[in-house]
């Protein structure tokens, strides 16, 4: 065998979590396979085995693989910094900052790290199933493209289109992506499937046909909408709060009323939120994503300021949405604020910026509500960590990805020591926490205690067990569905 790509009529399609359970089915079949995605754009990146990053769905993936995360499972990675740039991650390691324009000069030379990580993939596991990105009929983009079609001929990978009933237009969708194709790249298209359909499916069964005989591609299936997507982690900021609706908590036999009323403020340039996934899971947790132009809810007990790609350009953001006022008011009531990576620096006195790494070089004055002062540095410190939470000495696994040295009097009460070292800073009445430990409520232990501390009932399960148990049912709802042994023969 050797690899099959997964492409979309447009973005989140579910493209990401048909190729997490088509990973998690290939390997209850015995076979040893491994995820790939030449590009990505995501501020949710994950830590790797071999000390990079890469986007925080090819980490699921690879967990339904029983794979640790590795850079060549996604060798670029774009991380939008602003509305016109994004920071270039390729093989894991931060090559510049780029407008648009720029990085169109720059693809030419990104084909060569994309093959080269695609191979040695190929070279290690029985099957290599690779994801696109946005849609191939972006025919606009296809010069120089690495993401879809031009690497799908580059490597002759076998492509299969998705394309996304629940959004409508199904058929407009896959035909209008025939129709405006080239014929080499519509030659390397094996077949269609329908994803996130919901009702009755034979009810579709005219369309489907349909499909079939305007593109002359054969379909491998109609796949029903899966009930416990909101159980993976999301990678889009659009798809945070899923797990906190009416009909999913009901599902999961959530009671409504809740405990703890944590509040997340959603940042222009938010980063590695997964940091809140386990805590949307929590039964005694209502977890509110607040959007631009929203006020802060009168009732929290918990705010949290969650990572940036764009620390001192979110904190104007913070700004400009009246937070600023909000949380002095919050803290006043005496509400709780957490701050994990570039929160934590939102919430000091200064963010300095010396070498004008985010912007213009100077110094912007912080939320003030931590007494600690960064600078912005050139390097980034990208590790995986255990760390020893100070308040419990509990251990505490978790990763660290940022840019930045925090100092000042608070961090004389850190949060947790790491190899050594102190991490964070807590105010002198307790009520404001900063960290750069990302992944912390992923740990059951811990957070069970920082839940019992808010006052917060919480779940006896392991995070990590629910995610796993919820990618063997992606791979079963799969394999009852679709056409698995047709699309492993077209790999072969």
Known sequence: MSALMFQGTGSNVGKSLLVAGLCRAVKRRGLSV???????????????????EIGRAQALQAQACQLLP????????LKPETETGAQVIIQGKRHSSLKARDYAKLKPQLMAPVLESFHRLKAGYDLVIVEGAGSPAEINLRANDIANMGFALAGNVPVIITGDIDRGGIIAQLVGTHAVLSDADRAQIAGFIVNKFRGDVSLFDDGYQMIAERTGWPGFGVLPYFSDAWRLPAEDAQDIGRSQST??????????????KIVCLCLSRMANFDDLDPLAQENGVALTMLQAGQPLPGDADLVLIPGSKSTIGDLAFLREQGWDVDLTAHHRRGGKILGICGGYQMLGK????PDGIEGPAGITDGLGFLDVHTSMTGNKTLTDVTAIHNSTALQVSGYEIHIGQTTGPDCARPFAQIDGRSDGAISADGSVIGSYLHGMFRDD?????????LGAAHNQSSYDMVVDTALDALSEHIEAHLDVDGLLDIAR
């Open 350 to 353: 200064t963010i300095a910026d």
């Open 247 to 260: 009909d999913n908590m009901q599902e999961a036999g959530v009671a409504s009323s809740k405990k703890v």
């Open 445 to 453: 232990a811990f957070r069970a205690s920082f839940l019992d501390e």
């Open 34 to 52: 491994a995820p790939f995605k030449p590009q990505n754009m995501s501020n949710n990146a994950a830590v790797t085995s071999d000390g990079g």
């Open 70 to 77: 590795h850079t060549d499972m996604n060798p670029i990675l």
